[in-house]
């Protein structure tokens, strides 16, 4: 019987429900999604995909696809990070921001070819996005199409992973960080990226679901990745959020939100603040993106910055807590965990930019205690 706590039928299911419910996976509610939190330990999960590799669902995040005249120019309008220039089958990460410079969400940007892309986005902003996307397109000219539901997404994580994805293209392995391809794998047109939210090596999978060919190739295209026995697991959202957090990057909701803004969260080289400033690096056409004022003035006198933080402690440091300094308070907490690898207790914070330097000593208010800790370089985790 498998391990599984949510029954409502009113949660979306992925195509690779089944699948979980097979390996006994516990099932949550994550933003409207029944999806796996674990098959069993998320600490042995974090340390397959560290040492071997893992296989996450990641089909509740939001894909659309964006073609035509103005695609491009559409989405230097919403994007942070200058999509003019992009060669086809390169990925780009950027924020879409409001006009006061918050995150309404940090998004992958892929181009197929001119005219013709394809955007990744968290689950919980996906219908955000749609309704924004249709107030601010103005008179642009393009065809936008929200394929979440028709598709699937897979990340495949960890130093061995190309052992096992290397023999269905031997052009997979020489793929560049952040390049993408497409080929058919097993009878089923996929397309494989060189991305992952983990801080290890890999890639990440998109294919379309919509009929029965491609949902029989991809139940075998999930058997075959599991085939060799202990190099790739399936793996759930506990695992994700550590491997995450140990490479010290920024979760929606956390890290940023509408209130929190890219350049404090440290994500400069995802921002081209000169957007549309400099005729021979990005022509006229390219426009100003939403939130670029509000950046660009932000930039010029951050008043916090996003650091990582060691804990003198086992206990792990939560979302909110306060961080305080010679018994003021200097920032907060945003996310936290007693890391698997490295075994410390770590963390990631908010604090006033005059007192962001590393080495500090600070606190951290646990509630009924403050624990001591210090100011450390990001990443916490940095693969070889």
Request: charged letters at 25%; a neutral charge.
């Amino acid at each position: 019987m498998s391990n599984t706590t949510t029954q409502s039928t009113s949660l979306k299911r992925t195509a690779f429900h089944q699948f979980h419910l097979d390996r006994g996976a516990k099932m949550v509610d994550f933003t409207g999604w029944d999806m796996p939190l674990h098959y069993g330990s998320i600490i042995e999960e974090h340390r397959q995909v560290r040492n071997s590799g893992g296989i996450f669902d990641v089909s509740h995040m939001g894909r659309f696809t964006i073609s035509g005249r103005d695609a491009r120019a559409f989405l230097d309008r919403v994007c942070t990070r200058q999509i003019w220039g992009m060669k086809d089958g390169m990925a780009r990460y950027s924020i879409i921001c409001n006009e006061q410079g918050g995150c309404r969400d940090d998004v992958l940007v892929y181009r197929v070819a001119e005219g013709d892309y394809i955007m990744v986005c968290n689950a919980a902003n996906r219908e955000k996005l749609v309704e924004h996307f249709e107030q601010v397109k103005g008179d642009l000219v393009f065809k936008f199409e929200d394929i979440t539901l028709k598709s699937a997404m897979i990340a495949v994580q960890g130093p061995r992973v190309f052992e096992v994805i290397g023999k269905y293209d031997n052009e997979i392995p020489n793929l560049k960080r952040y390049r993408f391809t497409r080929i058919n794998v097993l009878g089923l047109k996929v397309m494989i990226a060189r991305t992952g939210y983990t801080g290890e090596d890999g890639v990440e999978i998109v294919f379309r679901t919509d009929n029965m060919v491609a949902k029989l190739a991809m139940k075998t295209l999930m058997k075959d990745l599991t085939a060799v026995e202990d190099v790739l697991k399936p793996a759930g959202l506990g695992a994700r959020d550590s491997l995450r957090l140990e490479a010290a990057m920024a979760l929606y909701g956390h890290e940023i939100t509408e209130e929190l803004d890219p350049v404090s969260a440290g994500l400069n080289f995802a921002i081209k603040l000169d957007k549309s400033e400099d005729p021979e690096k990005s022509p006229p056409e390219v426009g100003r993106f939403i939130g670029q004022d509000a950046l660009q003035k932000i930039a010029q006198n951050p008043e916090r910055k996003l650091v990582g933080l060691q804990l003198d402690s086992k206990r792990a440091a939560r979302q909110d807590m306060k961080v305080l300094a010679d018994g003021s308070e200097i920032g907060f907490v945003t996310s936290g965990c007693l890391s698997p690898t490295l075994e410390k207790s770590i963390a990631m914070a908010y604090v006033q930019a005059a007192h962001a330097e590393e080495g500090r000593t600070v606190q951290v208010d646990l509630g009924r205690q403050a624990i001591d800790g210090a100011i450390i370089p990001l990443p916490f985790y940095k693969r070889q």
